[in-house]
């Protein structure tokens, strides 16, 4: 059975930096695309970033390119996200997901895999 768990939220000042990971299992996740999204408090989820779990390929949201950074450790079934130059408007909880197929990445609709989420709150 797929599982997704995500873990490294927490609190951190504006401009600093954090990272969340999310360990995979339950399959070989050849042909996969990994993914992070949030949702923040009293919005909808939207997506963050994406990483093709067998090439590598990313792709980012533009509210975060050039300070998050996606990337996948094979060998450990994990997918981490590390953020930087942090801002309040980041504060939400993040989703690592994952699934399958063509079509635009960008939007929580094409993911049929969800963990349960981390939260993240940068104070101002």
């Known amino acids: 059975q797929l599982q997704l768990v995500e873990s490294g939220g927490g609190l951190v000042q504006t401009g600093g930096s954090l990272s969340v990971c999310c360990a995979a299992?339950?399959?070989?996740?050849?042909?996969?695309?990994m993914a992070w999204l949030r949702q923040p408090p009293g919005k909808e989820r939207e997506f963050v970033a994406a990483?093709?779990?067998?090439?590598?390929?990313?792709t980012y949201a533009d509210s975060v390119k050039g300070r998050f950074t996606i990337s996948r450790d094979i060998a450990k079934n994990t997918v981490n996200l590390q953020m930087t130059s942090l801002k309040p408007e980041d504060t939400a909880v993040y989703y690592c997901?994952?699934?399958?197929?063509?079509?635009?990445?960008?939007?929580?609709?094409?993911?049929?895999?969800w963990g349960q989420g981390t939260h993240v709150t940068v104070s101002p």
């Open positions: 990483i093709t779990w067998s090439g590598g390929s990313t």
């Open positions: 997901a994952t699934g399958r197929g063509t079509g635009f990445v960008g939007t929580p609709a094409w993911y049929g895999y």
């Open positions: 299992s339950g399959r070989t996740f050849s042909g996969y695309t």
